[in-house]
């Protein structure tokens, strides 16, 4: 017989199973919030209900190397914005600091500022580099050096904008969207390659209803999402291919938004997000740009922005949850998470890391929490008032363990 053989391999799977999970399992349930002091400034400090280790990196007034932060606020620029650079050598804050503040990307000491006009993102696999769109041109720029090199000039076009504010490249880092006024006054987006400088058709945007706020490339650089807003308030999103055909139109309000793009298992293009429609509201949602496919991987909860920023783990969303914890423990059958980021596999199985408790108090814009993991997933950026509405928000990264072996999901 065969099954005898089957014994130690399966035993061995357990124990790494075993030890996987007894890493990260929490000291206190979801939805609950074990007091805590704010932590020093550049004192790592471990969560007491996930039992993951974190610390302070920024604080009101100067840092040191140029570097000042502001009284209100200083913090990284979103959740669906790259915040370290492809080897997390650096580290970039945007808000708050007047300008570009760089910490190195593992000790969160201050580097170097720098003042930059228009948008620049990091260039995935090209750690020195940042595209970077402003007014009439696209460039490449090294933070380090601050030198500037344009592979795209514009004589037609004029407020050319890089997403703006949910722009990213293709993940190979080569293609990015551009929105900009024609000459004629059309307001248009088109895709462009970097490295072959070759600029795609217009896509004009008046043949989709509503304003267009921002449009982003996918991960595979085929297509454009970009989202509209309607008069009456309805969200809505048009996905484009590159050569400028109407694939998809999302009529249904924000499903899902303030969420990130990535690939599923089978390769297909994804965005995930929240969620405001039935058949699924409040739920956080993944929806396929070929055909607009949703599935749902959350209960009913109170997820704020998820982040797929993590582009070496793809299976993984970052999400940050904000509400009441009194509200959300009173209700059994919604996701049980509160004022907490979590990581949660996008395959529909609900298997959730519980990375922190942000101990954030909802006030403004400025003070979500808008968690974003660097490209490998062992750090993850936050934002805290630290339970003080209209107080200082500060900055936090949180660093995870990855299991080394293969996966071993499968078994839960």
Not at 89 to 118: A, E, I, Q, W
Request: proline letters at 7%; charged letters at 20%; a neutral charge.
């Amino acid at each position: 017989m065969t099954f005898p053989r089957l014994i130690p391999a399966v035993l061995l799977m357990a124990a790494l199973l075993a030890l996987h999970t007894a890493g990260n399992r929490p000291s206190g349930a979801a939805g609950t919030e074990p007091s805590m002091d704010l932590p020093a400034y550049l004192k790592p400090v471990t969560d007491p209900a996930t039992g993951i280790s974190f610390t302070r990196i920024t604080q009101p007034g100067a840092l040191g190397s140029g570097i000042v932060c502001g009284k209100i606020y200083c913090s990284h620029r979103y959740s669906s914005a790259q915040a370290w650079n492809a080897d997390q050598s650096l580290l970039v804050l945007m808000n708050g600091c007047n300008g570009m503040c760089f910490l190195d990307g593992k000790t969160y000491l201050p580097l170097f500022h720098r003042n930059k006009s228009g948008e620049c993102e990091w260039r995935p696999r090209k750690a020195e580099m940042m595209i970077c769109v402003d007014g009439q041109k696209i460039s490449t720029w090294a933070p380090r050096t601050n030198r500037e090199d344009i592979v795209y000039a514009a004589t037609k076009y004029r407020d050319l904008e890089f997403g703006p504010s949910k722009g990213n490249p293709s993940r190979d880092g080569n293609r990015i969207a551009v929105r900009a006024t024609r000459d004629d006054g059309a307001a248009v987006v088109f895709a462009y390659d970097i490295d072959r400088r070759l600029k795609y058709p217009d896509i004009d945007l008046a043949q989709v209803a509503g304003t267009t706020s921002s449009c982003t490339i996918s991960p595979l650089g085929e297509n454009i999402l970009c989202f509209q807003n309607l008069v009456d308030g309805t969200e809505q999103r048009a996905i484009f291919a590159v050569d400028g055909t109407l694939r998809q139109r999302w009529k249904d309000h924000h499903r899902p938004g303030h969420g990130d793009l990535t690939l599923d298992a089978d390769g297909s293009e994804i965005y995930v997000g929240t969620s405001k429609s039935a058949p699924d509201e409040y739920q956080v949602i993944k929806r396929r740009l070929s055909d607009g496919k949703v599935t749902s991987l959350t209960k009913y909860g109170e997820a704020e922005h998820t982040s797929l920023r993590a582009l070496d783990r793809p299976e993984w969303a970052f999400i940050s949850y904000g509400g009441n914890p009194d509200e959300v423990r009173s209700h059994p059958n919604w996701a049980p998470y509160t004022r907490e980021v979590i990581a949660l596999r996008v395959d529909g199985r609900q298997e959730v890391r519980r990375i922190v408790q942000t101990r954030n108090a909802p006030f403004d814009y400025w003070s979500e929490t808008h968690a974003s993991p660097s490209p490998d997933g062992s750090q993850v950026i936050w934002s805290s008032n630290w339970g003080v509405p209209g107080g200082p928000v500060y900055e936090f990264v949180a660093r995870l363990d990855w299991p080394q072996q293969p996966s071993l999901n499968y078994l839960n």
